[in-house]
């Protein structure tokens, strides 16, 4: 038998039941979800609702509370998963706005999401996070490159700079030098840097424009990046840009340069001098391993004739050694036969002498017998 309930046209939904005790809860009881707290006014002549199911079935009507229990337990499942993401939320849009105000985003409830809405959520945060941060790579992408696009042209505005600054430009020089040990060769050359140090009556265009790069470089992170990076910050390139333009352009370029050149070539003598001694200690000795040769020069086709004759008189009697030894083996293996033989010979002779022996003993034996038979006979006769 199965029970089938079929509620009444009058009586609430379940839906409906619970929409109107979560608006006004009543006590502390506990809700119900086939309760209400509306009053229901009994109805005169009530009729059965037309059903057009099975005829079969057995119909009975029964409280709700018995139907509760009994069909708690079941489960019905569905073809597709239902997404009840928006149940969780609570609806604001019936509270009014004040002009110039945005509508505030619905109130989560995340006690009432179950895990396949949390996961739905969580999936759709997940790809919105993902689309704002591909956004985000790009606006910085952009932002690297009009940074590059701006260095390009510091770099030529420094340029132009530095075209129109060079007559009005006065340059110091100041040479600092250590002081050499006094145990130290006197030829041997002293450390010296040079230091450069540049006075410009429109520097401050320059500084201005210096800050308000580094700005940039701060809000964009350029300028914390590591030593490893492509990526050069400006002020210290536009200065090392400086330096090379005022060492390049110094009255004493010409000077520095011929004074490098007097120390390359005395390098280069020095180390042609040291090779030239080389090459005569390695002719030198050349020239005395001759010398020694050419007392012996005449008679050396006569000893390099002896020597081979000698070789071959070596490889000859290497060869009739070896002819010995194989011959001193074989004797001692027929000596060793030969030795073998007499021990045989020996115990045949031995073997024969005692057979000899054996033979007269048993001739004698023959002998003695036909005496006897003989005395019997001449006895019986």
Same mark, same amino acid.
């Given at each position: ?10 009586? %609430? ?28 006014? %009994? ?13 079969? $079935? $057995? ?21 597709? %998963? ?9 609806? &604001?849009?019936?509270? %009014? ?92 050359? +002293?450390?010296?840097?040079? &230091? ?22 701060? =809000? ?55 090779? +030239? ?12 391993? &001759? ?5 012996? =020069?005449?008679?050396?086709? &006569? ?7 000698? +070789? ?50 048993? $001739? ?18």
């Amino acid at each position: 038998m199965e029970w089938v309930y079929v509620p009444t046209s009058d009586e %609430p939904t379940v839906y409906e039941a619970d929409a109107l005790s979560a608006e006004e809860p009543t006590g502390n009881a506990p809700l119900d979800i086939f309760s209400s707290s509306l009053p229901v006014e %009994p109805v005169e002549n009530e009729e059965e609702p037309e059903y057009y199911g099975d005829e079969d $079935i $057995i119909e009975e009507r029964m409280p709700p509370a018995k139907a509760f229990e009994i069909f708690a337990a079941r489960m019905f499942p569905l073809r597709q %998963p239902a997404d009840f993401s928006d149940s969780i939320y609570v609806d &604001t849009n019936k509270v %009014p706005l004040a002009k110039g105000r945005k509508r505030p985003m619905k109130q989560r409830l995340p006690a009432a999401e179950s895990r396949s809405q949390k996961l739905t959520r969580l999936r759709a945060e997940v790809d919105a996070l993902a689309a704002d941060c591909k956004g985000e790579q790009q606006r910085d992408d952009q932002l690297l490159t009009d940074l590059a696009a701006l260095r390009a042209g510091l770099n030529e505005i420094e340029q132009n700079l530095n075209s129109e600054l060079r007559p009005n430009r006065s340059v110091r020089i100041v040479r600092r030098s250590e002081l050499a040990e006094e145990n130290e060769d006197r030829d041997e050359r +002293k450390n010296s840097w040079m &230091t450069v140090e540049m006075v410009s009556p429109n520097v401050s265009v320059l500084q201005s424009l210096e800050k308000r790069v580094t700005a940039m470089e701060h =809000a964009l992170g350029v300028a914390r990046l590591d030593e490893q990076s492509e990526v050069v910050p400006l002020a210290p390139l536009l200065e090392d840009v400086r330096t090379r333009l005022d060492l390049m352009c110094d009255e004493t370029l010409p000077g520095r340069l011929k004074k490098d050149a007097e120390d390359i070539a005395r390098i280069l003598q020095s180390q042609l001098q040291d090779q +030239k001694g080389a090459d005569m200690v390695r002719m030198a000795s050349l020239l005395e391993k &001759t010398e020694k040769w050419e007392a012996v =020069a005449e008679s050396l086709p &006569t000893v390099v004739q002896r020597l081979r004759c000698l +070789k071959r008189v070596q490889d000859e009697a290497a060869h009739f050694m070896e002819g010995l030894s194989v011959l001193g083996k074989q004797l001692d293996a027929l000596q060793q036969r030969s030795d073998t033989n007499s021990l045989l010979v020996e115990s045949v002779q031995r073997k024969l002498e005692k057979n000899v022996e054996s033979v007269q003993s048993n $001739i004698e034996v023959l002998q003695s017998r036909v005496c006897a038979m003989g005395e019997q006979q001449e006895q019986s006769s």
